[in-house]
């Protein structure tokens, strides 16, 4: 896909609330490019309330529905079903920030999936509650320094993405705003399928992350390129690398974590045993995805 051949047509206007270099904003004007004018968007509580701004005005050019913060999944699963009895063929989307999709949402999310609703649920992951003062939530990085992890937090990350595929939905996929394409060729595959389908997108915050506001681009790159963030697919059971990270499966391949790491204030402080232990965390990832790999390997030539 070629970024010049997108739709020229913007969903999401200028001018809106979202604070500089806004990555829960950007992620909405791709899924746009994706999707065109025909979506209905369900959006929870979170950052993208306040960015389609106060009634009676939005700066959204798609029909939204606001619902309360752990009812997106189950909102958008009535209206599949209320487009299905009316013989519609309109994508529903669900744009949630982390907290409400891997903590307050987690229990309608599961419900939906495990029902394999005839949604698309996009989780775009600034790992904190952003809007509310950057607390905490269960996607926030092991180490990451919040407004109530002072000292920097002692558990690791929510892999939401496996938890999805281990309901056995069709389509399971990573991304991030700083690969476009990658994720606009993901959304699209995922609204022609049939069933519940599942993309967690890396959003890095300038705010809450602590870096530069034109640097959204580049700290999102980072987190790719040293392996921090996988981009990967899950089709029908069977595991895909994409993009970028098609050529990262060897450790030498990828850049150092800490050039990660040391772009962004959140990590500041850390000591050299919790950097050890974020990058054995990273590794213990990529060993994962490799036996799965080798297995399906196997698998298909026997």
């Excluded at 701004?53 to 009812?71: R, S, V």
């Excluded at 907290?99 to 790992?127: P, W």
């Amino acid at each position: 896909m070629n970024i010049k051949d997108l739709d020229r047509e913007e969903y999401i206007l200028s001018g809106n609330s979202s604070c500089p270099g806004c990555p829960a904003s950007l992620g909405f004007r791709l899924i746009g490019k994706a999707v065109g004018k025909n979506a209905i968007i369900v959006i929870p509580a979170s950052c993208m309330t306040i960015i389609q701004g106060a009634y009676p005005n939005t700066a959204l050019i798609l029909p939204t529905l606001n619902i309360a913060f752990a009812a997106s999944a189950a909102a958008a699963s009535g209206i599949s079903a209320a487009l299905e009895i009316r013989g519609k063929n309109y994508p529903v989307i669900v744009y949630a920030g982390d907290g409400g999709t891997a903590d307050i949402g987690l229990q309608a999310l599961s419900g939906a999936a495990e029902r394999n609703e005839n949604i698309t649920y996009i989780c775009y992951d600034n790992e904190a509650y952003q809007n509310t003062g950057i607390q905490r939530s269960s996607a926030t990085p092991y180490g990451a320094w919040t407004t109530t992890t002072l000292k920097g937090k002692q558990e690791r990350k929510k892999d939401v993405p496996k938890i999805m595929a281990s309901h056995n939905i069709p389509y399971v996929a990573t991304a991030s705003v700083a690969y476009p394409t990658d994720f606009i060729e993901k959304v699209k595959k995922a609204i022609k399928i049939k069933g519940f389908k599942y993309i967690h997108l890396h959003a890095p915050c300038p705010t809450g992350w602590r870096f530069p506001s034109e640097k959204t681009i580049e700290v999102g790159r980072l987190a790719v390129q040293t392996g921090v963030w996988i981009l990967y697919e899950i089709e029908n059971g069977i595991l895909k690398l994409t993009g970028p990270s098609k050529n990262l499966l060897e450790k030498s391949a990828r850049k150092p974590v800490r050039e990660y790491l040391r772009a962004q204030g959140r990590f500041q402080y850390l000591s050299d045993e919790i950097v050890k232990n974020f990058c054995d965390d990273i590794e213990e990832k990529w060993n994962e995805i490799g036996m799965i790999l080798n297995l399906q390997n196997h698998l298909s030539t026997t």
